[in-house]
């Protein structure tokens, strides 16, 4: 993984430009990573937009080809890649970083990093895994109309941190996880992502349905649907169907 790196100084979005690859069956071996200084139309999840100041961050996309991966198991590529970025980002940052359901990375309360997979099937098989990460390295301010709460490394760490570097840790991370996911280690991926969990097992207030409920996260299943414990009833939700309050 990041072995072939494809540097682009400018690009609407760096998944849009490997999906484009991928749709022209490009030759593209498997860990390519696309990466850009700026993009104009970074995507986030649920159709939000990223945003990261130009020259400063991670925005970066990189090509899997998960044919192993029964379709109904997508969701395990996200937990691997999320595990990969937080073993990386703990080689910075030593304690507290998480990640929030389903694949935001957080310090603390703080939004640093998210995916967005985009997965492109043909039939039931994965023809690709389009992977895009975005990680707030070197940025040190924040709309905060924007974003609701956001920091970076740099704000952790109060240092700035070589975006190469980190590129690379984040590529060898991943790429060990997925040699995991390979190897059908299920239920190591699936142990891994919770133990690393934002708010697991902690009394948390979640909005459902425009109502607020109150539980702690219990588990999280192999489909990717959160598990809250909610007055003693386990209760299983989609990723639309529920939202922290607050963060
Ligand atoms: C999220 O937290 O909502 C996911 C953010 C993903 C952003 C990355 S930046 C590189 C890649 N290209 C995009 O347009 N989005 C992803």
Known sequence: VGQN??????????????????SNSEPLTEGTVIMADKQFAGRGQQDNVWHAEPGLNLTFSLFLKPSFLPVGKQFLLNMAVSIGIRNALQSFVKEGIRIKW??????????????????????????????????NVNQDRFDPSKLKSATSLKEILQQDVNLIELLAEICSHI??????????????????????????????AYRQNGEVIEGRIIEVTESGLLGI??????????????EFLNY
Do not use: C, R, W
């Not at 494809?6 to 484009?20: G, M, P, Q, R, Y």
């Not at 414990?229 to 529920?242: A, M």
């Open 102 to 135: 389903p694949n935001d990375i957080y310090f603390g309360d703080q939004k640093m990093g998210g995916v967005l997979i985009e997965n492109i099937l043909s039939g039931s098989t994965y023809k690709a895994g389009i992977v895009g990460i975005g990680i």
């Open 229 to 242: 414990l909610t007055n003693g009833e386990l209760k299983h939700y989609n990723f639309k169907e529920v």
């Open 175 to 204: 790429e060990k996880q997925y040699l995991q996911l390979k190897a059908g280690s299920y239920q190591q991926l699936m142990d891994d992502y919770v133990s690393g969990l934002y708010k697991f097992n902690e009394p948390a």
């Open 5 to 22: 790196l494809i540097k682009l100084l400018e690009v609407d979005s760096t998944n849009n430009f490997l999906k484009v690859l991928v």
